[in-house]
């Protein structure tokens, strides 16, 4: 995990409250990127970005948003739009796009 | 539609046993082949990472294999802890952008 830190560990709503996760780094690298984990499928992009205020969306950013105003800060919301919120969410950062992925710790939503 | 399959779902070998992963993969083109290891709750952390010219690179415990032609790859555990207890992770990096395409991953259990 080192030098990523998401927060927090484990995260509770209602549903149709807007919530956002958390993800520092300090790593100095410039490419960071969100996921989602559900049980039995692989984990999906869903947001990234290569460069502070700038970000892209990847397979399943409805009903998410993101914003990159520092290098060390990529914070993920989940707003009331997305129909199935509850998963483990996990940000990763690499020195660049093409390069190596490291993960954070993750974050566990349930929305009820 | 690119796309990484991993076998078995899930393992279950004694501690001192030596299992072998599977990863089949579509990506094309392709650019590198990662194996993750991740425990329950927390983020994966890479074990190898492979490109198109490497057959096979150890860590440890760990060797993978890969051939590029099949597009198959193996994970190696030998000599198996229970530590080692955990899911497994095939990732898939293409050529273009950012592509990378996460495998549903092999849950191993070791037992003592």
């Known amino acids: 995990d080192g030098g990523i830190t998401q927060s927090p560990k484990y995260l509770f709503r209602k549903e149709g409250q807007n919530v956002t996760l958390s993800c520092e780094q300090n790593l100095n690298h410039d490419a960071m990127y969100w996921y989602r984990q559900d049980p039995g499928q692989g984990l999906r992009l869903i947001y990234y970005?290569?460069?502070?205020?700038?970000?892209q969306k990847g397979d399943i950013a409805e009903g998410y948003s993101v914003s990159r105003e520092k290098k060390e800060s990529f914070p993920l919301t989940v707003t009331s739009a997305q129909k199935n919120p509850t998963a483990f969410y996990l940000c990763a950062t690499s020195v660049s796009v093409s390069y190596e992925q490291y993960f954070g710790p993750g974050t566990r939503l349930t929305v009820t | 539609k690119n796309q990484v399959e991993q076998s078995p779902q899930s393992l279950i070998i004694l501690e001192g046993k030596n299992c072998t992963l599977q990863c089949n993969y579509t990506v094309s083109p392709f650019s590198n082949l990662r194996w993750y290891k991740q425990d329950t709750g927390r983020g994966p952390v890479s074990l190898t990472i492979?490109?198109?010219?490497?057959n096979t690179k150890s860590n440890g415990r760990y060797t993978a294999t890969l051939d590029a032609d099949t597009k198959q790859s193996s994970l190696h555990i030998t000599a198996s802890q229970l530590s080692d207890s955990a899911s497994y992770i095939c990732v898939v990096k293409g050529n273009y952008g950012q592509n990378f395409v996460f495998g549903p991953g092999t849950r191993l259990s070791v037992l003592p």
């Open positions: 492979m490109t198109f010219s490497e």
């Open positions: 970005s290569q460069i502070v205020n700038d970000f």
